[in-house]
């Protein structure tokens, strides 16, 4: 199905920028990538868009229960994965942008899931479940934030660009099934009333 292989770009996407912004090593194949300077800022668009790599323990916007929490909250976002993909097979004949904001949220929660399954095991700092996410994404809006009162510091990755990107469009063909639906509704109304005169 055309949709998981958009899934699959965007969790390839995801994980290979998360692994450059982190670093890796690959003695075998003679590969040594350093990745950033943890908590550094590196402009990339002026002073909007930096790259700035940390990790964050918890979910969003770096909530974090507690360590005896991990197991559950990575437990809980695979129930959610394995039942989205369920729901994207059994919903082929919904319209393509109810498919394919589903199919960011997907991506977004995938590539987040496997930094939380394995990154603690990979890079040797946590045992499996109990890994941390890269995020990496730092866009500041200094005249809004100053306005909000808040730090303008909010890191993310792609696949919280996704999962934000999806919930957005999933709202916009919600409410565009709703108007087809209310249209189809008042058409057949007038319809029976015709035919009653």
């Keep these: ?42 402009p990339v668009v002026g002073s909007f868009l930096n790259f700035t790599f940390v ?3 918890g979910i969003a916007f770096g909530i974090d229960f507690g360590a005896q929490y991990k197991i559950l909250i990575s437990i ?9 993909v369920f729901y994207l097979v059994w919903s082929k004949e919904k319209n393509f942008y109810y498919r394919f904001s589903l199919a960011l949220i ?4 995938i590539g987040n899931l496997l930094d939380r399954l394995f990154y603690g095991m990979i890079f040797g700092y946590a045992p499996f479940l109990h890994g941390k996410v890269v995020d990496f994404l730092n866009i500041e809006l200094s005249g809004l934030t100053s306005a ?3 730090t303008g510091y909010y890191v993310f990755n792609i696949a919280d660009v ?7 469009i999933l709202f916009f063909a919600i409410h565009s099934e709703r108007s087809k639906s209310a249209r189809e509704l008042k058409e057949n109304n007038l319809l029976f009333e015709e035919k009653d005169l």
């Design 76 to 84: 809980i976002t695979i129930i959610i994965t394995i039942g989205l």
């Design 148 to 150: 909000l009162k808040t």
């Design 162 to 168: 996704s999962v934000t990107v999806g919930v957005i």
């Design 106 to 109: 997907l991506a977004g929660a």
């Design 1 to 42: 199905m055309k949709i998981f292989w958009i899934v699959s770009l965007i969790v390839f996407v995801d994980q290979i920028s998360k692994l450059y912004v982190k670093g890796f090593s690959l003695p075998l194949l003679n590969i040594d990538l350093g990745g950033f300077p943890y908590g550094i800022k590196v």
């Design 55 to 57: 990790e964050n323990p």
